[in-house]
């Protein structure tokens, strides 16, 4: 069976259960190749990627740069002041030059609608790399972590804790709907998905402000209290969550002494998650970061390389 190839990659949501287990399924081979066979083959060569920021990165910009490179292609970075998207130049305006000069868009952005207007007006696919909305290459690369690190995602449970309104948990949950992987969401009134995006999911989500609601997870997720572009909102937001913080007392009531510990970093140590558990042995924190390489090189082999999507 041949899986319907896509043409960007701005959110879960767009993707059928066959296309994200293809990606899941390339990312597989990627790593395989890149850690057992000596190097990846260039399926990328003469291939470009432009990569524009709205906002710092560490990971997203490493991973993109260097998964490019190791396939082969080429990718440089534009700074929020190069290109001062809708001050300067208008999305549209941005992604129709971009689209006679390279062979990809990837971008980081305030205002999700920035992303769809990429894609409207665009010739060449388009990668969301963050934005207020969602960070669906997050959601891949953890989703590819849970399956490497458990072997199966049947069965398995997602509890995540704090802010379940923002744009890694709602991946998360779309992500979640692809798998079949069940998902809780533990967190303060005022800081759950929206109607939206639980109809987005497809997934049934148990929702809760009960720290008991960690009994029983397989994954325990968290993320920062404040994200990029909530700046205004920090000082509710550190009166809120506090409770929230993925801590050793909240990872023994999970019950499970195999529980894992993932954050998409960067972590604001001493607020949603202390140093105990960052650094201790359920945390998976930093294969997961790693894995944002091999995550990456799926949708570029796919999206700029024309490889295909396993079944
Ligand atoms: N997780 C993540 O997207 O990290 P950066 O903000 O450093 O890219
Ligand atoms: N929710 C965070 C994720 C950072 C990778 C933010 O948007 O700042």
């Known amino acids: 069976m041949i899986v319907k190839p896509l043409s960007h990659f701005t ?22 190749e890149w850690t057992q066979c000596g190097g990846n083959r260039p399926v990328l060569a003469g291939k470009s990627l432009a990569m ?5 990165s560490l990971r997203t910009r490493v991973s993109f740069e260097m998964g490019m490179r190791h396939l082969g292609g080429y990718a ?51 990668i969301n790399g963050l934005s207020d909305f969602s960070h669906p290459c997050q959601a891949l690369t953890d ?7 458990l072997g199966t995602l ?5 509890v995540y804790v704090g802010d379940g309104a923002n744009n890694v948990a709602t991946s998360l949950l779309m ?14 009134r005022g800081y759950i998905p929206s109607a939206e995006v639980l109809t987005a999911a497809e997934v049934e989500v148990e929702i809760t402000d009960d720290l008991n609601g960690v009994r029983g997870a397989d994954v325990l997720y968290t993320d920062v209290w404040v994200s990029m572009g909530d700046e205004d909102e920090r000082e509710e937001r550190m009166e809120d969550l506090p409770p929230y913080q993925v801590n050793t007392e909240l990872v023994q009531r999970s019950e499970n002494e195999e529980v894992l510990v993932m954050h998409c970093l960067p972590a604001h140590r001493g607020e949603e998650i202390t140093d105990a558990v960052a650094d201790g042995s359920s945390s998976r924190l930093f294969p997961q970061a790693h894995n944002r390489l091999h995550a990456q090189k799926a949708v570029l082999a796919h999206l700029l390389g024309g490889v295909e999507l396993p079944s």
Do not use: C
């Open 175 to 188: 992500a979640a709907g692809k798998v079949g992987l069940n998902v809780r969401i533990v967190a303060p």
């Open 11 to 32: 959110g879960i949501d767009i993707l059928t259960s066959e296309q994200f287990w293809g990606l899941l399924k390339l990312a597989r081979q990627l790593k395989d």
């Open 154 to 158: 049947e069965d398995r449970t997602l």
């Open 76 to 126: 440089f970075y534009l700074s929020p002041a190069e290109i001062g998207l809708g001050t300067r130049e208008s999305p549209a305006d941005v992604i129709r030059v971009l689209s006679g000069y390279v062979d990809g868009v990837m971008a980081r952005v305030f205002d999700h609608r920035s992303i769809e207007e990429m894609v409207e007006w665009g010739s060449v696919p388009v």
């Open 143 to 149: 989703v590819f972590t849970i399956w490497e690190q």
């Open 52 to 56: 524009l920021f709205e906002k710092p």
